[in-house]
């Protein structure tokens, strides 16, 4: 999945290939960085197209100082039918090399 600028027209932000099937799993793990408080308004276009209903799911984000921002109820709101576990992982990006314990105690 590759990034793309907004659509003018349409406000959406385009996503080039396809969106991934989930339909084999039942934890989902989205990972994304803060961007102005909230997700990268890509991941929300793909994350629209997938059927999250009946799926546990766990957030995860890289940030510089907001933490988890607002990602964690974006993702109530954009996956619909879906369980969001109310433990998400923030990691400093800047310090994601040495974040691998933290990583592995919360998975
Ligand atoms: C456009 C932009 C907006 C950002 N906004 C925030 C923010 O609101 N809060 C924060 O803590 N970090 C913010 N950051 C820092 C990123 O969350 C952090 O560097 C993250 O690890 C970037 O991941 P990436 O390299 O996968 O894009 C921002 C970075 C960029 C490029």
Redesign the pocket.
């Known amino acids: 999945m590759k990034k793309q600028s907004k659509d003018k027209q349409t406000g959406i932000a385009p996503i080039i290939g396809e969106v991934p099937d989930i339909s084999d799993y039942e934890v989902i793990y989205i990972g994304a ?5 909230i997700m990268p308004e890509e991941m929300v276009t793909a994350m629209k197209n997938i059927d999250f209903t009946g799926k546990t799911i766990r957030v995860f ?7 988890l ?1 607002s990602i964690p109820s974006q993702v109530k709101k954009v996956c619909k039918g879906s369980n969001v576990l109310d433990d998400s992982l923030a990691i ?3 310090m ?1 090399n040495s974040a691998k314990g933290k990583v592995e105690n919360w998975i």
Do not use: K, N, R
């Open positions: 960085p803060v961007y102005w408080g984000t890289t940030h510089e100082g907001s933490g921002g400093v990006g800047s994601v």
